[in-house]
């Protein structure tokens, strides 16, 4: 548990210097959810890696966490609000049934692995599907 408030501390302070400048609310909820999403996968990773010591908790917190935040990109994105700061591409509205789908197969993997990590190994198979997962929007709609 100690390694997730490491992370969400973190997360806060970088989340805070890394978006100065965006003065738009929809715009920084959408930012401030992708870098929570950002924060449990690295987390998730150090621990994969043996950077971090497994803890199951705390890695099962952080797939919650993740499941939470997939589950509201398709409202945070629901009105065509661009920012010079944000990385999100105007084509996630041109193809936002495609964007909204692979929000909710994060959230499904996420989702699914809950309560499934009880070892380090485990995180191995989570994170290559997280990953895959993560990958894939990337590519198509973030700058």
Known sequence: MRGLACAAALAVGTTALAHS???DPVVMKRMVGM???????????????GQDPFDAAAANAALDGIAT???RIPAQFSDRVLHPRSE?????WERFETFTARAEDLREIATEAR???TEAPDLDRVMRRI???CSAC???FRK
């Open 35 to 49: 870098t929570d999403i950002a924060a449990h996968t690295k987390l998730l990773g150090r621990m994969a890696k």
């Open 69 to 71: 935040e997939a589950a």
């Open 138 to 140: 990337h590519e198509a």
């Open 21 to 23: 400048g965006v003065d």
């Open 115 to 117: 309560g499934t990590v």
């Open 88 to 92: 999100a591409l105007p084509v996630i």
């Open 131 to 133: 990953g895959k997962s």
